[in-house]
């Protein structure tokens, strides 16, 4: 039996694990104050990874992409800079996926969800090849001695963009 579990884990610490993160961290802090995992793993998250490589570590980003930053959806544009080949975009998303994989890890660990993790989310479904599956499954499963427990959960992406509609339908049924 399934049962879904309502958190507000999201707001939790960002949990640096390297030199790279700890910048990361220091930058988010002068914005935000408090870093949660949130500020890193969503939509508006993909943008400050964005705007740290290019403030912080100084990577270029294409005009084309900057305008279209500019005038839409930062993390879209972020994202289908990705299939256009864009070296800060592949590197932005490369990052977002693998703090994804490592907040999954610990949610996963947290809950000991043996009957699987379900990510959900309009992003990934967008973006999702072999290679963000390889960057996830490496970094789900540095969890040091952990990790047997973990090579038994199943995580499964959610494809269907009316998952939440439907689940609403179900239990309002």
């Not at 990577?59 to 299939?83: F, S």
């Not at 199943?154 to 494809?159: A, D, E, R, S, Y």
């Not at 269907?160 to 179900?170: I, S, Y």
Request: aromatic share 12%; glycine share 8%.
């Amino acid at each position: 039996l399934f049962h879904p579990f309502a958190t507000e884990g999201g707001h939790t610490d960002f949990a640096p694990r390297n030199e790279f993160d700890w910048e990361l961290l220091l930058f988010l802090q002068k914005q935000f104050g408090h870093v949660s995992w949130e500020r890193l793993v969503s939509g508006p998250g993909i943008h400050q990874i964005y705007c740290f490589l290019r403030e912080v570590k100084h990577w270029e980003a294409p005009a084309n992409l900057q305008e279209n930053i500019k005038n839409n959806d930062p993390a879209a544009a972020i994202a289908l800079g990705v299939t256009e080949n864009c070296p800060i975009c592949e590197e932005t998303m490369r990052l977002f996926v693998r703090y994804l994989a490592i907040e999954t890890s610990n949610l996963a660990l947290k809950l000991k969800a043996t009957g699987g993790i379900y990510i959900g989310g309009g992003i990934l479904p967008k973006i999702w090849n072999e290679n963000f599956r390889n960057i996830f499954l490496e970094h789900f499963f540095q969890v040091g001695r952990m990790r047997p427990l973990l090579e038994e959960m199943p995580v499964q992406l959610i494809l269907n963009p009316k998952t939440a509609l439907l689940g609403a339908a179900w239990y309002g049924k």
